[in-house]
């Protein structure tokens, strides 16, 4: 997966209007909503949390932690063989 693949899987999983920052890290890329200024003002920024885009393709939603601690913790489970996050992308389907 290429990061304009990720960010497109990303803008259309989030579907805002706001730029998204993507922070590369060894297993994909960190998003992040860029808010803006009057919604930052409004508090939204509090508690906003990050998503990661595995280079494999599944998006994992994330606790607002800082993006750095967030890669690292994500970073340290997948060296141990898991996904750390909710599953976000693809859907996980139901079960029987």
């Keep these: 997966m290429t990061e304009d693949e990720a960010l497109t899987l990303i803008s ?3 579907r805002t209007e706001n730029p998204i920052v993507l922070r590369e890290f060894e297993f994909g890329w960190l998003a992040r909503e860029r808010l803006s200024e009057q919604e ?3 508090g939204m920024h509090v508690g906003q949390g990050s ?3 595995d280079r494999s ?3 994992t939603a ?3 932690l800082p993006p750095r601690r ?3 913790e994500y970073a340290q489970a997948r060296r141990e063989g898991r996904i750390k996050g909710r599953q976000v992308w693809p859907e996980a389907g139901p079960t029987a």
């Design 12 to 14: 259309g999983l989030l």
């Design 62 to 64: 994330h606790t607002s």
């Design 70 to 72: 967030v890669m690292e």
């Design 51 to 53: 998503y990661i885009i």
């Design 57 to 59: 393709g599944v998006i």
């Design 40 to 42: 930052r003002a409004s």
